[in-house]
């Protein structure tokens, strides 16, 4: 079984900084492409940033410049870098990593989601 344990979120006056990490444990073959979404109350779930298994990156347009995602194979972790925070980045962050594993002698592949952590973005 497969966990995401997310860590990092909190309280941050805009300006300010905040990293969010996600580790992954269970049976893990391999890690694929890892992002990062958020979901703020009313919204729908959106992606905030992506990165492939080849290191290629992608990040929704108001964060570009601001986030960056960065990855930990050894760790089974991906990281987000959040500075110059605003009101408008609140919202519940998840992790999705997608995660292969060794079934009846091939690989498949899962993408599973962390529990989610609270970013909130007040003076």
């Known amino acids: 079984q497969v966990q995401l344990v997310e860590s990092g979120g909190g309280l941050v006056q805009p300006g300010g900084s905040l990293r969010l990490s996600c580790a992954a444990s269970g049976s893990i073959f391999g890690l694929n492409a890892m992002a990062w979404y958020r979901q703020a109350p ?14 290629s ?18 760790k089974n972790t991906v990281n987000l870098q ?34 989610g952590t609270q970013v909130t973005v007040s003076s």
Not at 91 to 100: D, K, L, Q, T
């Open 42 to 55: 009313g919204n729908q779930r959106e992606l905030v940033a992506g990165i492939t298994s080849g290191g």
């Open 57 to 74: 990156t992608n990040y929704e347009e108001s964060v570009k410049g601001r986030f960056t995602i960065s990855r930990d194979y050894a």
């Open 82 to 115: 959040m500075s110059s925070l605003r009101a408008e980045d609140t919202a519940v962050y998840y992790c999705n990593i997608e995660i292969s594993y060794i079934a009846n002698g091939r690989r498949l592949s899962n993408a599973y989601w962390g529990q």
